[in-house]
C-alpha cells in the first residue's frame, strides 16, 4: 500500500510521507478552513463562493507547501505559478479561483511524482467542495435585501425613512449616497433585512409615498449588487 503513495522520483536518501501524516495534515488544513470561513461570516458582507473557497484553500495551500518542502527549484516553480493567476485575462468568481488552485495542486503532485497523493487530494477536496456547496455554509438570509432609493433634495435622507424601516427592517444600514439630476435629487443605498419578505410589496408602497413616487430599486443582497443597480 505505501508503495502506491511512494513518489515515482523519489530516492532511497529521501524521505517519503506518511499517508496517516499527510491525512491529518488534509483534515487540520479543512477544519481551519471551515473554522476561518465561519469567522470570515460574522457581520461581514460575504458571497457563498468566497466563504466555500475559504474553507477549502488551506488544504491546498497545505499540500503545496508539503510537496516543495525542501526543494528550491520547486518552489521558484510554484511561486511562478501562483502569481500567474492574477493576470487572468476574464475575472473570475471565488469559486473558480479555488479551483484553479486546485488544479495547480494536484498538478504539481503529480509533477513531483506522487501520483498516489494526486489522486487522493483530489478525491478529498472534491468531496469537501461538494458538501460544502451543498450546505447552508455561507449562504445569504432570504430576507437579505440592497435597496436603492430616490428621494427629492428637500428631504432629510438621515431621518426620513427611520419609522419605515423600524416598522418593516431587523436591519438597515445607509452604505452609499451621492447626488443626482443637477443636484436636485438624492441617490441612496441602504443594506437591510426584512422582518417578513411577504411585507416587501407594502414596504415598496409606503416608501414610494415618502419620496414622492420616485424610482425605487429593490433586489437580494449580494456582493455585485450595487453593480447591478
Known amino acids: 500500500m505505501e508503495n502506491f503513495f511512494k513518489g515515482i522520483f523519489d530516492t532511497t536518501g529521501i524521505g517519503v510521507i506518511n499517508p496517516l501524516d499527510f491525512l491529518l495534515c488534509i ?10 470561513a465561519f469567522t470570515y461570516t460574522f457581520k461581514t458582507k460575504y458571497t457563498k463562493s468566497f466563504v466555500v473557497t475559504m474553507a477549502i484553500l488551506p488544504a491546498i495551500v497545505c499540500v503545496v507547501i508539503m510537496m516543495v518542502n525542501g526543494n528550491i527549484g520547486a518552489g521558484v516553480a510554484v511561486a511562478g505559478a501562483f502569481s500567474l493567476v492574477r493576470f487572468r485575462s476574464v475575472p473570475g468568481t471565488a469559486r473558480e479561483i479555488g479551483a484553479i ?4 495542486g494536484t498538478g504539481l503532485i503529480c509533477g513531483m511524482g506522487y501520483l498516489g497523493y494526486a489522486a487522493l487530494f483530489a478525491v478529498i477536496m472534491g468531496v469537501a467542495l461538494v458538501i460544502y456547496t451543498a450546505s447552508s455554509l455561507g ?38 449616497s451621492k447626488t443626482t439630476n443637477l443636484g436636485s435629487m438624492y ?38 449588487a450595487f453593480n447591478e443597480l
Open 101 to 104: 488552485f486546485l488544479a495547480m
Open 139 to 176: 449562504k445569504h438570509s432570504d430576507r437579505s435585501r440592497i435597496l436603492r432609493i430616490i428621494i427629492p433634495e428637500e428631504l432629510n435622507y438621515t431621518t426620513v425613512f427611520n419609522d419605515l424601516f423600524e416598522k418593516y427592517t431587523t436591519y438597515h444600514k445607509l452604505t452609499r
Open 187 to 224: 441617490k441612496l443605498w441602504y443594506e437591510i433585512t426584512l422582518k417578513d419578505a411577504a411585507q416587501e410589496k407594502e414596504f415598496i408602497d409606503e416608501l414610494r409615498i415618502r419620496n414622492g413616487n420616485l424610482e425605487i430599486s429593490m433586489i437580494n443582497g449580494r456582493e455585485d
Open 27 to 36: 483534515g487540520t488544513a479543512l477544519l481551519i478552513g471551515l473554522f476561518l
